[in-house]
């Protein structure tokens, strides 16, 4: 008993220091990804309450009255051919769901730390949604090849009496739109950005622009290529668009995405996140991984929960399932036959990893969990693809990667 208990003990404790919790004897995964962010940083720190906002505080202005409205059953009808292999498919992943959620149903330590994740920091939590930079508009603009954002370099901080931090450091301008802004230092920095300040993590770079200027972030030798990539495409979907959260592309616009002249010579793992449309599955695995010159290897899933451990929504509603897909795919660099591959073809499939979910559509971050199946050597080059945030040692493109990188969404770590 006494070595359970110990054991237990280790478990959380490295859940507190790496964001990470490994279920017995399971495929599934929990992962706290503040924890996670947080390890790109040495000064700054995400604050759990705005990560957290979605599933910590409700919401205002949705009334009681709109909540039981939301509750109604729709007409059932007959399904169609699409919706029925998607039914299908849902009944074969559903065990693997179930058996995840009872692992951490069962797990009394973790799930006593979920409730106190909000509790991690002591800021009040005000909604940005009605103040945010818009990075969309702005890139389309006439004078976005103009904008310059500030950096701050060689950060100095210092405690003074009172507990305030103090900062001497340089700055050096370099344009916004359109040219790669990198991070080289051991330790997080500020900048400025049109009257606003961004924390950008430590070895991160970020590229920002549309689609039709991601050329420029293709390396000049593919033995400086990404290893990692992680796509998060802003799929069609009635949703995003009913919301105006962010701006949608149909998929052939993918097809175009420069994949193979992303990877690194030794290849790549790809991973991309995928909505649970039939239609959207049926694209990937026809269309798009063969136009990128990828090979499916395996599929994991994204299991969606509340802080008390239940689900977001039930598990078999149709059109709002608790959880979204993680298509996994190698790019073949320059030796098909290399160990490599050999390597990449024991991916287990249908691994689960939960999480508390942050704004919408935002996704965990997945790197660490993925990292063992990376081809090539150490330190791995890892790339986002529409990235919407910053991550330490990640390169990350979009036409907004700082949309959660605004200092209102830190604080200041104890110095």
């Not at 969606?304 to 078999?316: C, F, M, N, Q, T």
Request: overall charge positive; hydrophobic content about 35%; some cysteine.
């Amino acid at each position: 008993m006494a070595e359970a208990t110990t054991h237990n003990n280790q478990k959380l404790s490295t859940f507190i220091n790496s964001g990470i919790y490994h279920f017995e004897a399971s495929n599934a995964i929990f992962i706290d990804p503040v924890r996670l962010l947080n390890l790109s940083y040495s000064h700054f720190r995400v604050t759990s309450s705005s990560y957290y906002s979605r599933f910590f505080q409700p919401n205002p202005r949705v009334s009681e009255t709109q909540r039981k409205r939301k509750r109604k059953q729709k007409k059932t009808h007959p399904l169609n051919e699409r919706e029925q292999a998607a039914d299908e498919r849902h009944k074969r992943l559903k065990p693997f769901l179930i058996k995840a959620h009872e692992c951490l149903l069962g797990a009394d330590d973790l799930l006593l730390t979920l409730g106190k994740l909000r509790n991690d920091d002591c800021t009040a939590f005000d909604s940005l949604s009605t103040d945010e930079q818009s990075f969309v508009e702005l890139g389309s603009v006439w004078q976005a090849p103009m904008f310059e954002i500030s950096l701050h370099l060689n950060q100095d901080y210092s405690l003074i009496p009172g507990g305030m931090s103090v900062q001497n450091c340089e700055k050096r301008n370099i344009q916004a739109f359109g040219s790669l802004v990198f991070n080289e230092t051991n330790s997080d920095m500020e900048a400025d950005f049109l009257n606003r300040k961004y924390i950008i993590p430590k070895k991160s770079s970020f590229y920002m622009s549309d689609l039709k200027q991601i050329h420029g972030l293709i390396p000049v030798k593919n033995e400086c290529g990404f290893n990692l990539i992680v796509i998060d495409p802003p799929w069609e979907n009635g949703s995003a668009s009913q919301k105006l959260k962010y701006p949608t592309l149909p998929n052939r616009y993918f097809l175009s995405l420069p994949i193979k002249r992303l990877a690194h010579a030794n290849g790549a793992l790809i991973a991309l996140w995928v909505t649970n449309k039939e239609k959207l599955r049926i694209f990937v695995e026809k269309d798009l991984f063969p136009k990128w010159g990828v090979k499916y290897m395996a599929t994991h899933y994204w299991l969606k929960v509340k802080a008390d451990g239940s689900l977001i929504s039930e598990l078999d509603l149709f059109h709002h399932r608790p959880y979204e897909c993680l298509v996994l795919g190698y790019c073949y660099g320059k030796d098909e036959d290399s160990e490599y591959i050999s390597k990449l073809k024991c991916i287990p499939d249908c691994q689960v990893f939960l999480s508390i979910p942050g704004d919408y559509s935002r996704k965990p971050p997945i790197g660490e969990i993925l990292r063992e199946n990376i081809p090539g050597l150490e330190p791995s080059r890892c790339l986002e693809l529409f990235a919407r945030e910053l991550i330490g040692g990640w390169t990350s493109w979009g036409n907004e990667p700082l949309r959660f990188q605004d200092s209102r969404y830190f604080s200041k770590k104890d110095q």
